[in-house]
């Protein structure tokens, strides 16, 4: 399946799988975390890293379901190390309280995968009052890339190793509203339109990525922060779509990517040494691909940072 599809400048293709595009690659030594790690791409992603030698810190929101996988992954690599922690993203309770137990464990970290996501649910809003998608897709991830940026710039400055922080967008952020973000609409139950408000979070996703190595780079810290599409992959994204998850189940063997290919551009982006300072940039099939133009806006990217940094920053009644 796609075998057709040529290589791309990274000698790597859609048919690549994630054990394929790291191997021979050493990740002892780094940190990972790795969200929606319990299910889908998720799994093989943290299977694959700590098959390279990655700690790997699934951060899953059924803690007993990532147990599972742990004993699963454990069993095939006993050598594997991986931890199970829990991790509500579409609850900034939980974030906060996530990102204060990792950074009270001490450990490092070096890599982190911005996974999880839901697609096209029904309209419903988070713990928070925020449309779920955007809530969830987006938002949580904002809040715990910004709460673990301090740990990632310390564990690059002692340990001389470049962090990668890594958003799996989706070419669906094609499909967002005509205004791309729709700030003064997040949460207007008439006009919501499911898969546009999934395109707008993974719009959104892309764009975070762009202004964090805006950011970084200014910073001067050795960061980088990219964006990439997994590929069309049957997994359960599609719960809420009887009909389409049924057409799915059928062909999508046929049509679409499997899990180990679906990884694949995580893993890259990730691991490989060919993406070695590279930053804002948007990975297809394990190549550097291009995303619509409002992704590529830097004011849109800073307005929704700092739209973002408003819905994430405890008022001081919270405080109190």
Known sequence: ????????????????????????????????????????????????????????????RNVEAGKNVRETILNENPSAKIDVMELDLSSMASVRKFATEYISLGLPLNLLINNAGIMATPFTLSQDGIEQQFATNHLGHFLLTNLLLDAMKNTAH??????????????GHKGSYSEGIRFDKINDEPSYIRLSAYGQSKLSNILHANELTRRLK???????????????IPTN????????????????????????????????????????????????????????PMAKDAALAKKLWDFSLSLTTPKLLDLL
């Open 1 to 60: 399946m796609w075998t057709f599809w040529g290589k791309g400048p990274s000698g790597f293709s859609s048919s690549s799988t994630a054990e394929e595009v790291t191997q021979g690659i050493d990740g002892i030594g780094l940190t990972a975390i790795v969200t929606g790690a319990s299910s889908g791409i998720g799994v093989e992603t943290t299977r694959v890293l700590a098959l390279r030698g990655v700690h790997v810190v699934m951060a899953v």
């Open 158 to 171: 002692q340990t001389q190793r470049e962090g990668r922080i890594v958003n799996v967008s989706s070419v």
């Open 218 to 232: 200014e910073a001067g810290v050795e960061i980088t922060a990219n964006s990439l599409h997994p590929g069309g």
């Open 237 to 292: 994204l599609f719960r809420h779509h009887g009909f389409i998850n049924g057409i799915v189940n059928l062909i999508g063997r046929f049509v679409l990517k499997n899990v180990q290919q679906g990884a694949a551009t995580t893993c890259y982006v990730a691991l490989h040494p060919q993406v070695k300072g590279v930053s804002g940039e948007y990975f297809v099939d394990n190549n550097i691909a291009e995303p619509i």
